[in-house]
C-alpha cells in the first residue's frame, strides 16, 4: 500500500521545487558578487538532508559540504531547555564562509545554539538558509538570509520533515492531522 499522508498538503513537490531553485540562484548570486574565500555548507541533521540535497544541485559554485547533528533536551513542562553536539563537522571552517542550511526554524533556540558554537571556530563569515521559518513562535531572535516559505504554527511533516521519526521521505510538505496530531496515535 503507497505511503498515505497524515493531513493536508501545505507545499507540494512542485511548489519546493520551484522555490528550492530560485533559492539556489539568490545564494550564489550572493557569493558569486560577495565571495572571497571558500564556502563550506553545513547541514543540520536530519531534517535539513532532503533539502539540502536539491539546494545544492542549484548551486553552481565551488563548495564543500559538512554535516551537524544536534540533540535538543526539553523540561518536565516539555519547554526547550538546550541543545548539545552529538555529531561534529569533520572539517575546519577556520577563516571559511559558511552557510547553515535548515529545513524549519521554529523557536529559534537549536539554531543559536548552533551559530554560537560555529563563531567560536572564527569563520570568515556565517549565513543561514532555512527552507520554512516559523517565525510566530521564535523565542532566540536571528537573522535568517534566505529562506523559502513562512509558515504558520501547525506541525509539519515531508520533504525531511519528521513526527516520531516518520514521514521524512514524503515529496511534499503536509499538515499533520487527525488521530496522529490528537496524539490518538503514535
Ligand atoms: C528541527 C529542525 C531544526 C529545529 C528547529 O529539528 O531541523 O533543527 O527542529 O527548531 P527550533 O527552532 O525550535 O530550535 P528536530 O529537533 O525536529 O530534529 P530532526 O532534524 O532530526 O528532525
Known sequence: MPLQAPGRV???????????EELGGEICAYYRREGRGELTVVSVLKGGFVFLADLIRHMDIDLSLDFMAISSYHDADDRPRGVRIIKDLSQSIYRRRVLVVE???????TLSYILRNL???????????TLLDRAARRIAPLELHHRGFEVGEEYLVGYGL???????????????????ADGRLT
Open 119 to 129: 563563531r567560536e571556530r572564527e569563520p570568515e563569515e556565517i549565513r543561514v538558509c
Open 10 to 20: 501545505l507545499l507540494s513537490a512542485e511548489d519546493i521545487a520551484r522555490r528550492v
Open 162 to 180: 519528521d513526527y516520531r521519526q516518520r514521514w521524512r521521505n514524503l515529496p511534499f510538505v503536509c499538515v499533520l492531522e487527525g488521530a496522529v
Open 103 to 109: 529545513d524549519i526554524i521554529d523557536t529559534g533556540l
